[in-house]
Each structure stands twice: as C-alpha cells, then as structure tokens.
C-alpha cells in the first residue's frame, strides 16, 4: 500500500502508521491547521506569563503588599489571570497559577504564593 505525505503528498517509506514523510512536513501542517486559534491563545498565555512575572518578581517571599500604580506601571493586566478563589470569609483572591492577589483599601493588593 502507498501512502502519501498528508502535507506535500509525496510518497512515506518507513512504519506503516506514518502520516508525514518529514519532521518539516508535520510541523507545517499542523501550523496550518491551528494558524487561526494559536495567535489568539498566544497573545492570552504571553498576557498571562508577563503578569505571572510581575508578581514573582515582586512577591518573593510568598506574601507581601504593593499597589495598583506599582503592578500597572510593570504592565500588569487585571483582565488577565487563571482562577478566582473565594474564601470562607467572603475574601476573593485572582490567581495567576500559584501566584495570587487579593484587593485591599486605598488601591493596595495583598500579593500571595498558593503552595502546591
């Protein structure tokens, strides 16, 4: 049985469950077919990396207070984050994997480190 590159359609030699005859044609097929949704959830996981940084960076010793002007003037985006928790005492924390925030008075957030 002949089998054709799904990509370039040239012939496959090699295991008979093969469906590209190269790492290069995989790679661009698959590249074409998620083209569309990859740019959107690039630019969302770059958003949610940057913001991660910012509170590694000024969080590093898993609990500390900072502002609103400090984190906005880093980059920080507050539409961006992985989940909310919300505590028993009606405290909501927006996580970003396990570095969280919690919203303060006078435009100050507590900055935790969720331990996994």
Known sequence: MNKTCLECEEKIVGREDK??????????????INKDSTN???????????NYRILSEINTDGKSKTTRAKL???????EFFTNILQTKTGNT???????GYMVLDND???LVKKDI
Do not use: E, T, V
């Open 72 to 78: 906005l003037s880093k980059g920080f985006d507050f």
């Open 93 to 99: 924390y927006y996580f970003l994997y396990d570095q």
């Open 19 to 32: 469906k590209f005859c190269s790492d290069g044609c995989r790679n661009a097929f698959n590249n074409k």
């Open 40 to 50: 959107f959830m690039r630019n969302i996981n770059n958003k949610l990396r940057k």
């Open 108 to 110: 100050f957030y507590i």
